[in-house]
């Protein structure tokens, strides 16, 4: 797998919640070679805005690539602002993505932006004739993008919504609802989300196969400048090479 440099063009810029858009790219090298939860560094042309920003690749088709922007800073804020026929410029796939095994039953849990890695994987857990749940949580109702859930449903046998507080009918953390779960149902689980929610998920998981997706500030993308390094049993590690995605148990969760 090579990774590219790539000027993609923007075919539709899409609000899907109230700090949520999906940016959908035309894209041919990169789309054709990304794996799930692998990601792209897409620069951003703003005042003061120097690096690159990586974002996990939402989607893909032969001559397409979507991104999930949440609105954080100054570059998610200047890519959810652009127009159709605008140009930008990406460095991808990038990273080690999820292991995707045919004919097995898993669990994907997912917090505010990590619906983004999940996505894709969600759909190649579905070519792949493998049965999988969803829980995702979200801070408040109105960061749902009702739409992405819509498309996790079609693909899941079933997917849970909880949220921290707000008007809804489930109200709570991922941890919560992990706790109601039979988690001998499962073979296989995949979380994406703040590491604060990776850290607390880790006790009920431990020495189950678990992937984990993990968030870092990245500079460079490609391990040069060790910016988002982390410990791992196994030593220190670079997020944006030796990951983002991990063995949960491989991680020094103490040390997060």
């Avoid at 292991?99 to 849990?109: A, G, H, K, Q």
């Avoid at 707000?166 to 992990?178: F, Q, T």
């Avoid at 009920?204 to 997706?213: G, I, T």
Wanted: proline share 4%.
């Amino acid at each position: 797998m090579n990774v590219v440099n790539e000027k993609c063009k923007v075919i539709r810029n899409e609000r899907v919640s109230s700090d949520g858009h999906v940016l959908v790219l035309n894209s041919r090298d990169i789309s054709r070679q990304t794996l799930p939860g692998q990601f792209v560094e897409i620069g951003c042309y703003g005042e003061d805005m120097i690096l690159r920003r990586p974002f996990s690749v939402f989607d893909v088709s032969n001559e397409s690539l979507s991104l999930f922007i949440k609105i954080v800073g100054k570059g998610t804020k200047w890519l959810s602002e652009l127009n159709s026929g605008s140009i930008v410029d990406l460095i991808g796939p990038l990273g080690n993505g999820f292991t995707v095994s045919s004919n097995s039953r898993s669990l994907l849990i997912g917090g505010g932006c990590g619906i983004a890695s999940l996505n894709l994987l969600s759909r190649k857990l579905f070519d792949s004739n493998s049965n999988a749940d969803t829980i995702f949580g979200f801070s408040k109702p109105e960061e749902i993008p009702q739409e992405i859930i819509e498309g996790f449903q079609k693909r899941s046998n079933g997917v849970l919504v909880t949220i921290d507080k707000g008007s809804y009918p489930i109200i709570g953390n991922v941890v919560d609802r992990l706790k109601e779960v039979d988690l001998e149902n499962y073979d296989r689980f995949y979380c994406c989300g703040p590491t604060r929610m990776l850290k607390a998920l880790d006790p009920f998981l431990y020495k189950r196969e678990v992937e984990v997706s993990l968030e870092a500030r990245m500079a460079c993308g490609i391990g040069v400048c060790y910016g988002c390094t982390i410990n791992t049993k196994q030593g220190s590690k670079r997020v944006c090479l030796d990951g983002p995605v991990f063995k949960m148990e491989e991680v020094e969760w103490n040390e997060m």
